[in-house]
């Protein structure tokens, strides 16, 4: 994440794990950055989840069907609103797919090439 500093995120993850999984994320309650401030510096709360919102998996928790936001301490905020679930798959769309492996791609490669007909004589 540019700017955002690895060991604020770090703090973040220690003190909220709930709310703040980089493996499982889940779409975060609408202005929790304001219940972060008091331990962070001016505007630095607000940078930090706005870094972590930004992540794929993250739009990816917020387009899901039925996904519900949560406060710190994981209790459920309420649902994410439709408005904000198409945002986040409009924020996808515009991205470029995920970095793939070399044996990601030679599996594919062979995939396709299996799948092909054979041309006609």
Known sequence: ?????????????????????LK????LALGIHKQLAEGFKPGCAYRLVGGYTKRRK???A???????RINLDGSIAGPVSEEHAEHALNQLRKR???????SEIGKARATLTLNKRPEAI
């Open 1 to 21: 994440m540019v700017g955002v500093s690895v060991v604020n995120l770090k703090r973040l993850q220690d003190v909220f794990s709930i709310a703040f999984d």
């Open 24 to 27: 499982n994320p889940k779409p």
């Open 58 to 60: 993250y739009l990816q």
């Open 62 to 68: 917020v387009a899901s069907p039925d996904s519900y």
């Open 96 to 102: 470029k797919p995920p970095f793939r492996s070399k």
